[in-house]
Nanobody, 120 residues
Framework: HVQLVESGGGSVQAGGSLRLSCTAS????????MGWFRQVPGNEREWVAS???????YYAEHAKGRFTISQDNAKNTVFLQMNSLKPEDTAMYYCAVCPFYYTAPQRQSYWGQGTQVTVP
C-alpha cells in the first residue's frame, strides 16, 4: 500500500519562505520521480517540479529561481523549498510519484493528500 504524506504548508507573507516535505512509504519502484504539483480551486492541477531518485531535478518555468526540490533517499522524502513567495503561489500543493518523467498530472501513479500554502 503506497502512501504519500505531505507537510509544511501554511500561511506566509509575500516574500517569505516555506519548506514542504513529502514522505513516501510502500513504494516498490527501483527508481522513480517524485514531483510537486499545485492546484487552485477551479483550475487544473499544475506541475511545479520533479526529482529523480538519481538526483536530477526539473522545474516548471514559474518555479525556476525561487523553488528548489531536493530529496533524502534514505528516508524516501522529497522537499520543496519555496522562497520569495507571491500571492499567486497560493494553492494546495500535492506530491506525486511516477516511475517515468511525466509532468502531466494524469500520468502520475500515486498522490498525497495535499498541503495548503497561502500567501496573502
Amino acid at each position: 500500500h503506497v502512501q504519500l504524506v505531505e507537510s509544511g504548508g501554511g500561511s506566509v507573507q509575500a516574500g517569505g519562505s516555506l519548506r514542504l516535505s513529502c514522505t513516501a512509504s510502500g513504494l516498490t519502484y527501483s527508481s522513480y520521480y517524485m514531483g510537486w504539483f499545485r492546484q487552485v480551486p477551479g483550475n487544473e492541477r499544475e506541475w511545479v517540479a520533479s526529482i529523480h531518485t538519481g538526483g536530477r531535478a526539473y522545474y516548471a518555468e514559474h518555479a525556476k529561481g525561487r523553488f528548489t526540490i531536493s530529496q533524502d533517499n534514505a528516508k524516501n522524502t522529497v522537499f520543496l523549498q519555496m522562497n520569495s513567495l507571491k500571492p499567486e503561489d497560493t494553492a494546495m500543493y500535492y506530491c506525486a510519484v511516477c516511475p517515468f518523467y511525466y509532468t502531466a498530472p494524469q500520468r502520475q501513479s500515486y498522490w498525497g493528500q495535499g498541503t495548503q500554502v497561502t500567501v496573502p
